[in-house]
């Protein structure tokens, strides 16, 4: 069964810092696009960032984390991360991995882990 | 990017039809054949309904179906259930090689 589980969310401080991860299973990683995509609380969905198959050499960030947030992968480890810096409180919302089966669409999504910021 | 707009909310009694529409611009949708359609029930992921516009993944029912004119993509379900009662977005990949999503349409089943 193909599978995504994030983990690393929780509550922190405005200007503080998370690294949240994703684990994959019941497929390879390496050979997938991924993306992060969050929702705030009783919003919609917002595309945040994605990281090229193999040695995720292309990289896109959404407007409103590029250079707060890194992307990454460790295909050994079959996982997916997402560094976030200078947290603000707009940046409290649920964030889910979601591969990409091509360009057309998200087609595995995790359960999402949720993050907090508030003083 | 401005989110695609999506009417927030539709409704319909079971075994209609219903539409669903997501309006972008000739930078996403009207550019670009990669338009994908979500179903997330309260408290839960977002499940991928349609892909590529008109394409539906392995599982889903074949009473959900997509469509594209100019900037506006369409998502329709027909013979309306109880268990379609859900949250729906669009998404689409942009001109500039990242991704925007609907603002979302809450479907009633009545």
């Known amino acids: 069964q193909m599978q995504l589980v994030e983990s690393g969310g929780g509550l922190v401080k405005p200007g503080g810092s998370l690294r949240l991860s994703c684990a994959a299973s019941?497929?390879?990683?390496?050979?997938?696009?991924m993306s992060w995509i969050r929702q705030a609380p009783g919003k919609g969905l917002e595309w945040v960032s994605y990281i090229s198959s193999n040695s995720g050499l292309t990289i896109y960030y959404a407007d409103s984390v590029r250079g707060r947030f890194t992307v990454s992968r460790d295909n050994a480890k079959n996982s997916l991360y997402l560094q976030i810096n200078s947290l603000r409180a707009e940046d409290t919302a649920v964030y889910y991995c979601?591969?990409?089966?091509?360009?057309?669409?998200?087609?595995?999504w995790g359960h999402g882990t949720m993050v907090t910021v508030s003083s | 990017q401005s989110a695609l707009t999506q009417p927030a909310s539709v409704s319909g009694s079971p075994g209609q039809s219903i539409t669903i529409s997501c309006t972008g611009a000739?930078?996403?949708?009207?550019?670009?054949?990669?338009v994908s359609w979500y179903q997330q029930h309260p408290g839960k992921a977002p499940k991928l309904m349609i892909y590529?516009?008109?394409n539906r993944p392995s599982g889903v029912s074949n009473r959900f179906s997509g469509s594209k004119s100019g900037n506006t993509a369409s998502l329709t379900i027909s013979g309306l259930q109880a268990e379609d009662e859900a949250d729906y977005y669009c998404?689409?990949?942009?001109?500039?090689?990242?991704?925007?999503f609907g603002t979302g349409t809450k479907v009633t089943v009545l």
């Open positions: 590529d516009v008109n």
């Open positions: 979601a591969r990409m089966g091509g360009w057309g669409g998200f087609d595995i």
């Open positions: 000739s930078s996403d949708v009207g550019s670009y054949n990669y």
């Open positions: 998404s689409s990949y942009t001109s500039s090689s990242t991704y925007v």
């Open positions: 019941g497929f390879t990683l390496r050979g997938y696009y």
